[in-house]
Nanobody, 128 residues
Framework: QVQLVESGGGSVQAGGSLRLSCATSGYTYSNVCMGWFRHAPGKEREGVAIIYTNGGSTDYADSVKGRFTISQDNAKNTLYLYMNSLKPEDTAMYYC?????????????????????WGQGTQVTVSS
């Protein structure tokens, strides 16, 4: 059974940093697309960052480029999202998602419907 479990959310002031983690289990594919998505009240869910586990290529939403970094630790089966210079508009529920097998790379960051496995989310709140 595939499981994705997020942690690391919390409340910070603008300009602060957080590290989100997503512990994964239940699959052994090596060609996997992993992503972080967020959903703020009154807004549509949006892709934040994605990574292709076979090779490590990444993509980011324009709104987080230069501030967020997605990475993976294959030994720990864990996905991370390092968030720096946080802004109030980053406030949202953050979800980890996976799509596999992916032989030729990841779908675009906006193609969230192609991610079939999702975690329960972790809340990030940034105050001004």
């Amino acid at each position: 059974q595939v499981q994705l479990v997020e942690s690391g959310g919390g409340s910070v002031q603008a300009g602060g940093s957080l590290r989100l983690s997503c512990a994964t289990s239940g699959y052994t594919y090596s060609n996997v697309c992993m992503g972080w998505f967020r959903h703020a009240p009154g807004k549509e869910r949006e892709g934040v960052a994605i990574i292709y586990t076979n090779g490590g290529s990444t993509d980011y939403a324009d709104s987080v480029k230069g501030r967020f970094t997605i990475s993976q630790d294959n030994a720990k089966n864990t996905l991370y999202l390092y968030m720096n210079s946080l802004k109030p508009e980053d406030t949202a529920m953050y979800y980890c998602a996976a799509s596999f097998p992916r032989l030729y790379g990841c779908p675009g960051i906006r193609r969230e419907n192609e991610y079939g496995y999702w975690g329960q989310g972790t809340q990030v709140t940034v105050s001004s």
